[in-house]
Antibody
Framework: EVQLVQSGAEVKKSGESLKISCKGS????????IGWVRQMPGKGLEWMGI????????KYSPSFQGQVTFSADKSISTAYLQWSSLKASDTAMYYC??????????????WGQGTMVTVSS | AIQMTQSPSSLSASVGDRVTITCRAS??????LGWYQQKPGKAPKLLIY???SLQSGVPSRFSGSGSGTDFTLTISSVQPEDFATYYC?????????FGQGTKLEIK
């Protein structure tokens, strides 16, 4: 079964660092981009960016560039989303998703279950 | 960045109704658009890709159409399990962008 399994919920304080994970299984992890999507409480979906685990190429949304870091360890089929200094406004659910490429088009076909990050000030 | 505007933001429907949700792009995006369904407390689910292609396993009552700047998602006969929030996502260029969502509620 193709799936993405994310790490568990986190409760942190402002200024702390954090790294959450997304582990892929059932497919060739290095051959598909992985995306990250933020959903703040009661709000819509926001595209943060994508990483290609095969060579760690990344594409960040300008809204998130410099605020977070994507990385991947292809030896363990895991992608990561990292903050060096959390803010209360980072409180949100974070989803990872596999980006499937259909010729010139892309779509997120497999999603992780989400990781809730709560940051207190 | 390309802005995606969905309408309506919410709508009420009865089981069996035909429902249409619209997504408009701030510039032409060919047919580089997908539709996603999200139920409360759950991850989004891909319904439609390349504007009109039905993802495997998705019921045929869902359909998508459009190209350029205007796109629609249609549910031909709404079922109880379809009450959810729907999002469009353009994959024409980076950064990809979601619409703000349309919440489909039971009338």
């Amino acid at each position: 079964e193709v799936q993405l399994v994310q790490s568990g919920a986190e409760v942190k304080k402002s200024g702390e660092s954090l790294k959450i994970s997304c582990k892929g299984s059932g497919y060739s992890f290095t051959n598909y981009w992985i995306g990250w999507v933020r959903q703040m409480p009661g709000k819509g979906l926001e595209w943060m960016g994508i990483i290609y685990p095969g060579d760690s190429d990344t594409k960040y949304s300008p809204s998130f560039q410099g605020q977070v870091t994507f990385s991947a360890d292809k030896s363990i089929s895991t992608a990561y989303l990292q903050w060096s200094s959390l803010k209360a406004s980072d409180t949100a659910m974070y989803y990872c998703a596999r980006l499937l490429k259909y010729s010139t088009n892309d779509a997120f076909d497999i999603w992780g279950q989400g990781t809730m990050v709560t940051v207190s000030s | 960045a390309i802005q995606m505007t969905q309408s309506p933001s919410s709508l009420s429907a009865s089981v069996g109704d035909r429902v249409t949700i619209t997504c408009r792009a701030s510039q032409g995006i060919r047919n580089d658009l997908g539709w996603y369904q999200q139920k409360p407390g759950k991850a989004p689910k891909l319904l439609i890709y390349v504007a009109s292609s039905l993802q495997s396993g998705v019921p045929s009552r869902f359909s998508g159409s459009g190209s350029g700047t205007d796109f629609t998602l249609t549910i031909s006969s709404v079922q109880p399990e379809d009450f959810a929030t729907y999002y469009c996502l353009q994959d024409y260029n980076y950064p990809y962008t979601f619409g703000q969502g349309t919440k489909l509620e039971i009338k």
